[in-house]
């Protein structure tokens, strides 16, 4: 049907606004279609960063670190645009994932991805997956690179490639890292003046204190309040089951209580809250799984674990399509990989998105401008092009290499 304007009807301000940005839009589209279509990676540099903690320590389960090891990745094109990424596993013994193992891998795929087109992120990930096989933490930071770029290219912040705006600000919670039971329940207090009205609390350490650490912290809770106790893989099964029977009337969520996924199904049996499985989550194929046989009612989903957004994307309309609630994060990280989790995070349905996390927050140095604004324990990302963060070079210092 062809669209007929009413000539002799003088337009409207607003409506002759709307009719000439449409005009630039597509004039924009068409002169600079040839343009991207022919962009290349003309340069990567990969950078290395400390994060240390505001809190003098970030503690879970049976780990404690004061500071963590994130790369950052910078892909310029022969366009002059470059697109940042970035990678920040916890630690060497949270996942299969280390930082120096992060830059020996792009240090292995980076040069041979010269002269391909950033903007084809299907492509780029078949040709990351052909170089190297596994190592998603390792890609994710080329492929959130990639999607930086395709943002700036057309113009357009990520959480509208992504699929739109589909919730206007991202709830996070706040970690209340593993502590005695009293200074856990104490920090949980301040971060409820800041605002926030979600928390994660760090117990898979001792079952007996851990019991203590639940009931403590969730004695603060007041109306509204949500809290999940995060095992990070701490307990085994017969601890579990033994802990989930002395916590069965205290309203709260439980994650990942065990290293396998037939260890959490098994205590899942035992317990009477809903379940957040996390680190066992490394594949569409668990997932599936983990619908079918009931698992769990939730799933926290890391974008570096699954190799990046690109990857994610599957996750995300898959857990939509099954009903299964996300919290989006990543392993760790700063502004770039915040910015990162607040725009993919941007493209869930609210009824979808559990939570999740600020890493920038925990750390004192910044690495880059840009992040996402933070107000009454929720995030929103910049509207500016790309993840809208630029790195700041002189935290970053000289690469650690160059293609």
């Known amino acids: 049907m062809a669209i007929v304007y009413n000539k002799s009807k003088p337009l409207s301000l607003g409506a002759m606004t709307v009719r000439l940005l449409a005009y630039s839009v597509f004039a924009f589209s068409i002169n600079n279609l040839e343009r991207v279509s022919a962009m290349k990676i003309r340069k990567i540099s990969v950078y290395q960063v400390d994060l240390p903690m505001i809190e003098g320590a970030y503690s879970w389960s049976n780990q404690s670190y004061a500071a963590f090891d994130s790369t950052v990745v910078a892909i310029e094109t022969d366009e002059g645009l470059t697109g940042v990424g970035e990678t920040c596993p916890l630690g060497s013994s949270y996942l299969p994932a280390f930082a120096e193992g992060a830059r020996a891998g792009l240090a292995e795929i980076a040069p041979r991805l010269v002269g391909e087109n950033p903007l084809d992120a299907g492509r780029i990930n078949d040709r990351m997956d052909l170089l190297l096989k596994g190592h998603p933490y390792i890609k994710s930071a080329i492929d959130m690179a990639c999607w930086d770029l395709l943002g700036k290219s057309c ?23 593993r502590q005695s039971p009293a200074a856990m329940a104490e920090k949980l207090r301040a971060y409820k ?26 004695a603060e809770l007041t109306d509204g309040d949500v809290l999940n106790a995060d095992a990070n893989t701490g307990w085994r099964q017969h601890e579990a089951i033994r802990v989930v029977k002395e916590i069965r009337d205290v309203d709260l969520y439980l994650e990942q209580p065990c290293l396998t996924y037939e ?36 799933i926290n989903l890391k974008l570096n674990r699954v190799g990046g957004m690109t990857k994610a994307v599957l996750f995300r309309d898959l857990c939509i399509q099954l009903g299964i609630v996300m919290t989006v994060e990543d392993s760790w990280g700063g502004e770039i990989a915040t910015s990162a989790i607040a725009h993919f ?59």
């Open 263 to 298: 260890q959490c199904l098994t205590v899942r049996k035992h317990c009477s809250q809903p379940m957040i499985l996390d680190e066992c989550m490394d594949s569409i194929e668990v997932l599936i799984r983990g619908w079918r046989d009931g698992a769990m009612d939730a």
């Open 155 to 177: 113009e357009q912040p990520v959480y509208r490639l992504l699929g739109g705006m589909r919730q206007d600000r991202v709830k996070l919670f706040k970690v209340v890292t």
């Open 193 to 218: 003046e800041q605002g926030f009205r979600q928390f994660q609390m760090k117990v898979g350490a001792d079952p007996d204190i851990d019991i203590e650490r639940i009931f403590r912290v969730s």
């Open 345 to 403: 995070a941007h493209s869930l349905p609210q009824e979808f998105h559990f939570q999740s996390s600020a890493f920038h927050e925990y750390s004192f140095v910044d690495i880059a401008d840009g992040a996402p604004t933070i107000e009454n324990g929720y995030m929103r990302a910049s509207d500016r092009p790309g993840l809208g963060v630029e790195p700041r070079m002189d935290v970053l210092g000289e690469p650690v290499f160059t293609t």
